[in-house]
């Protein structure tokens, strides 16, 4: 079996439903195991990461970059950094803001500086940008046209239960099934 871990903080329960839409794509994969793990679940659970053929990083975007609590989780990682035990594993990411921009792709280029430190191998997105375009909507797969990693965007005054939009968590549901068959790809040919 192929394990996919997604690690993840969530201010507002939004980053929440991106995860869970990586989650439903990377188990659309037949034979892959899911693991969606919070920040605080994940800094108890360093052996079941290590077994991780891949990990997902979320994160939303405060202020410019990853969110404090997830920067914790960078931060003690350092154990796993220093045993080399997140090498080789395939890694990609997400994140969200209340801002069309809201600076997710520092956020995205910080998870993916991440993942090289571990010595992982980054997936980025592979979806063409939508919405860039004159008969393009915010109905389109990656409307916000990110490559490093799946990007939503959550209107401030509205609640996970609305925001993201569809069309986020289907780009982001889209990120957690190619990281699944690449990783497979990857793990056959070990």
């Known amino acids: 079996m192929t394990q996919v871990s997604i690690v993840y903080h969530s201010g507002y329960g939004h980053t929440a439903e991106q995860a869970k839409a990586v989650a439903r794509g990377a188990q659309k994969v037949a034979g892959v195991t899911v693991n969606l793990l919070t920040v605080d679940e994940a800094q ?6 290590k077994a991780s ?5 979320g ?27 997140w090498q080789n594993k395939i890694a990609a990411g997400f994140t969200t803001s209340a801002s069309q ?3 997710k792709l520092n956020t995205l280029i910080q998870l993916t500086v991440f993942a090289a ?12 940008p939508g919405n860039n375009h004159s008969k393009g909507s915010v109905n389109d797969l990656n409307r916000l046209g990110g490559f490093l990693g799946a990007m939503a965007q959550a209107n401030s005054d ?9 069309s986020d968590l289907l780009t982001a549901e889209h990120l957690g099934e190619r990281v699944a068959t690449i990783t497979q790809r990857f793990s056959k040919s070990a």
Request: net charge negative; glycine share 8%; no cysteine.
């Open 44 to 49: 108890q659970q360093w052996d079941l990461l």
């Open 53 to 57: 053929d891949a990990i997902v990083f």
């Open 59 to 85: 994160s939303p975007t405060y202020m410019g970059s990853a969110s404090a609590q997830f920067k914790a989780f960078m931060d003690a990682s350092s154990k796993a950094w220093y045993t080399r035990d």
């Open 101 to 103: 921009s809201g600076d």
């Open 117 to 128: 430190q571990h010595g992982m191998i980054w997936v980025g997105q592979d979806l063409l």
């Open 158 to 166: 509205q609640g996970p239960d609305v925001a993201p939009l569809q």
